[in-house]
């Protein structure tokens, strides 16, 4: 199973709403991101979890909240969150995050389009 | 710091013909990978092809092979015998090797070059 899966594909919600966007991957990967992607643009990382604990946080708001449960999902709850946050994100895992010389390809999502209104 | 760079904003090919897409880079690190991903209009990202700073063969996978010109600092990906399918982003990426020391991976991506294959 060499797949990347993001629930739900579509989700609209209000600024003063609370919403969660799940990911999960059964290809014993222990590293896992999620990315932000505007419209026209490249994506943005915004958090990296290495081992289920939460490694890289590039500097993202408090509204988004990022939890990994288990070596095998990730999940990013979002609160109170400005219509400038409607974008596509996009959950990615790849073997490892410590950084080698090998490939260590990141294997992504679907993504989940995410609207503010 | 580094610095990827996709100056074709959009490309067009003819069906069955080969297109090159370019990208330069910009790093000091002597240990870096370059990545090339594909995003079709749904929004997923998909692997294509990995070219690490020391190999030595340029990389090919199927229908894609990667230019590597390490002294010119240049990844250009090179699409042979397009197809309808083709039609997508796609985004040249390198692996940052280290993040204030912690070493953990993280992907810059450049803007990206929209590919058009017509019939």
């Known amino acids: 199973d060499t797949e990347v899966t993001q629930t739900p594909k579509h989700l609209v919600m209000g600024m003063t709403n609370k919403k969660s966007l799940k990911c999960e991957q059964h290809m014993g990967h222990r590293a896992m991101y999620w990315y932000k992607q505007k419209a026209k643009k490249p994506p943005e990382l915004m958090f990296v979890y290495s081992y289920e604990k939460l490694s890289i946080n590039e500097s993202v708001p408090s509204r988004f909240s990022p939890e990994c449960p288990n070596s095998s999902l990730l999940n990013l709850h979002l609160h109170a969150l400005q219509p400038e946050d409607s974008a596509l994100y996009l959950c990615?895992?790849?073997?490892?995050?410590?950084?080698?010389?090998?490939?260590?390809?990141?294997?992504f999502g679907p993504g989940t389009r995410l609207t503010v209104l | 710091a580094q610095k990827i760079t996709q100056t074709q904003p959009g490309m067009f090919v003819q069906e069955k013909e080969a297109v090159t897409l370019d990208c330069t880079y910009d790093?000091?690190?002597?240990?870096?990978?370059l990545f090339w991903y594909k995003q079709p209009s749904s929004g997923e990202m998909i692997f294509l092809i990995y070219q690490g700073s020391y190999d030595q063969q340029n990389a090919t996978e199927g229908r894609y092979s990667l230019n590597f010109q390490k002294a010119r600092k240049s990844a250009n990906l090179v699409i042979s015998a397009s197809q309808l399918g083709d039609s997508a982003m796609y985004f040249c990426a390198m692996r940052e090797v280290s993040l204030a020391g912690s070493g953990y991976n993280k992907l810059i991506f450049g803007a990206g070059t929209r590919l058009a294959v017509h019939p």
């Open positions: 990615a895992s790849s073997q490892k995050a410590l950084w080698d010389r090998g490939n260590n390809e990141q294997f």
């Open positions: 790093t000091s690190d002597p240990s870096y990978g």
